[in-house]
C-alpha cells in the first residue's frame, strides 16, 4: 500500500495555491462517506433543508468539501446522488452522520448498496472510489463506557470497510482511495468536554481504528492483487493544527459556529479557524485536504483503463 502523506507532500499543499485543473484519468468520481464528504444528501431532507443555508453550504461546512476540490482538480463534477429522496442523480453518496457500521439507509453499507443497484451490479472500472468515512464510528466507542463494547464498535466499523471494498473490487472497481479518520479527540466536541479524559480516549480511539483499517486494507492489496491508495488524513490533520499559524489560521481550538446551538464563536472568522463547527473543518481546510487527495491520484492513475 501506498503512504500518501510525506512530510514534503503536506508542506507543498499547505501553503501553495491550488493548481489548474488536470485532463480527467477517470470518467467520474464515486465517494462514499459522511458529513466530511456530503455534499448535499442530508440536506435533501425537508427536515435538514436548513443546511442549505448559511452559514452551512448543502452540508456541515461553509464551503466546499475535500472530495469537491479533489473532483474539480481532475475536471470532474461529484454532486450529491440524491438517493434519500429517490432522485439518484449524482455520484456522491456520503450522507452526513453516517456510520461505517449498521443498517441504516444513510450508513455505509447502504451506501455501497444503493450504487451497485443503480448501476446494475456492476462497479465501472474507469471511475475513481473514495471510501472516506469512520469518525462517527470513532465519536460513538468514545462514548461508549464499557471498553469491551468500545473496542467492538470500531471492529465492526473496520470490518464493514473491509467488506465494502471488497464488494466495489468483485464488481469491477480498480481504482480506490481510502481515508482513514482524523483524530477526532483534537476537535472542539472533545476537547471542550466536561469529562477531562474524553480528549485522550477519543484520540486512542481513532489510532486503533486506524490502525486496523490499514491492516485490512494491505490483506485485500496482498488477497486481492490490488493497489488502494491509503490516505492519512490523521497525520494530516495534526500537521494543519500544529502548522496552524504558519498556514495563516488564527484558532485551531474553537468553533467558529455551533451546529448545536447555532450561535457564533465572537472572534468567528470562517478563513482564520480550523474548526467551522464542534466537528468539522472549516472550508481553506477542505481545501487544503482536497489538494492533498489531488496530489496522489498519479498514483492511482496507472490503474485506470
Known amino acids: 500500500m501506498k503512504e500518501s502523506l510525506l512530510r514534503p507532500l503536506l508542506i507543498v499543499w499547505l501553503l501553495f495555491p491550488i493548481g489548474s485543473t488536470a485532463e480527467p484519468s477517470f470518467r467520474e468520481i464515486i465517494v462514499f462517506g459522511d458529513s466530511l464528504s456530503d455534499t448535499g444528501n442530508l440536506a435533501s431532507l425537508p427536515e435538514f433543508g436548513f ?140 476537547q471542550q468536554s466536561s469529562d477531562e479524559e474524553l480528549s485522550e480516549r477519543a484520540t486512542e480511539l481513532t489510532k486503533q481504528f486506524n490502525k486496523e483499517l490499514s491492516g485490512r486494507m494491505h490483506r485485500i492489496e496482498r488477497d486481492l492483487n490490488l493497489d488502494l491508495i491509503d490516505f492519512n488524513l490523521f497525520q494530516f490533520f495534526r500537521f494543519v493544527i500544529k502548522n496552524s499559524v504558519a498556514v495563516g489560521f488564527t484558532n485551531n481550538d474553537d468553533a467558529c459556529f455551533s451546529s448545536v446551538t447555532f450561535i457564533f464563536h465572537p472572534d468567528c472568522n470562517f478563513d482564520k479557524f480550523v474548526f467551522f463547527d464542534e466537528l468539522h473543518p472549516t472550508k481553506r481546510v477542505h481545501e487544503r485536504v482536497g489538494r492533498a487527495l489531488f496530489a496522489v491520484v498519479p498514483e492511482l492513475v496507472d490503474v485506470a483503463p
Do not use: C, W
Open 51 to 190: 443546511l442549505n443555508n448559511p452559514p452551512f453550504d448543502r452540508g456541515f461546512s461553509n464551503g466546499p468539501r475535500a472530495v469537491e476540490v479533489l473532483a474539480n482538480s481532475i475536471g470532474l463534477d461529484v454532486d450529491p446522488s440524491l438517493h434519500l429522496v429517490g432522485l439518484p442523480v449524482g455520484t456522491n453518496f456520503a450522507v452526513s452522520g453516517a456510520r461505517a457500521r449498521g443498517t441504516n439507509p444513510i450508513d455505509l453499507p447502504a451506501q455501497i448498496g444503493t450504487f451497485l443497484l443503480n448501476n446494475g451490479g456492476t462497479a465501472p472500472s474507469d471511475a475513481l472510489y473514495v471510501v472516506f468515512i469512520g469518525g462517527n464510528d470513532v465519536r460513538d466507542a468514545r462514548d461508549e463506557p464499557n471498553e469491551h463494547l468500545a473496542k467492538g464498535i470500531i471492529r465492526d466499523a473496520v470490518k464493514s470497510i473491509n467488506l465494502s471494498v471488497r464488494s466495489l473490487v468483485a464488481a469491477g472497481a480498480k481504482a480506490i482511495m481510502v481515508v482513514n479518520v482524523p483524530d477526532i479527540g483534537a476537535t472542539p466536541e472533545s
